[in-house]
């Protein structure tokens, strides 16, 4: 069991940058953790993901070196780094677990997300 709470939404202009943070507790050694975005109309989309050592990383195209996925397991706490943030990335974010790499679309365990909106 994992339970997962996200911070560090908020409200950013168009190039601005924001920090996540996904903050864990319980089962948390050897989880896969991932990003994902939704944004009212538009399909679920995952954005980036991070296995428990973090060699292992994977990124959608539209946010391919804008965003920053990282974790810091001493702290259970996986991060998503955000710069040159665009219109289109405005959406809820949420992060989610799983055992399993590469994660699924569907992972056991979800936190309540965080909105974040971009000014243009």
């Known amino acids: 069991q994992v339970q997962l709470v996200e911070s560090g939404g908020g409200l950013v202009q168009a190039g601005g940058s924001l920090r996540l943070s996904c903050a864990a507790s319980g089962r948390t050694r050897g989880s896969a953790v991932g990003w994902f975005r939704q944004a009212p109309g538009k399909e679920r989309e995952l954005v980036a993901a991070i296995n428990w050592s973090a060699w292992s990383l994977y990124y959608a195209n539209s946010v391919k070196g804008r965003f920053t996925i990282s974790r810091d397991n001493a702290k259970n706490t996986v991060y998503l780094g955000m710069n040159s943030l665009k219109p289109e990335d405005a959406a809820v974010y949420y992060c989610?677990?799983?055992?399993?790499?590469?994660?699924?679309?569907?992972?056991?365990?979800w936190g309540q997300g965080t909105q974040v909106t971009v000014s243009s």
């Open positions: 989610a677990a799983h055992y399993l790499w590469p994660l699924p679309q569907r992972p056991d365990y």
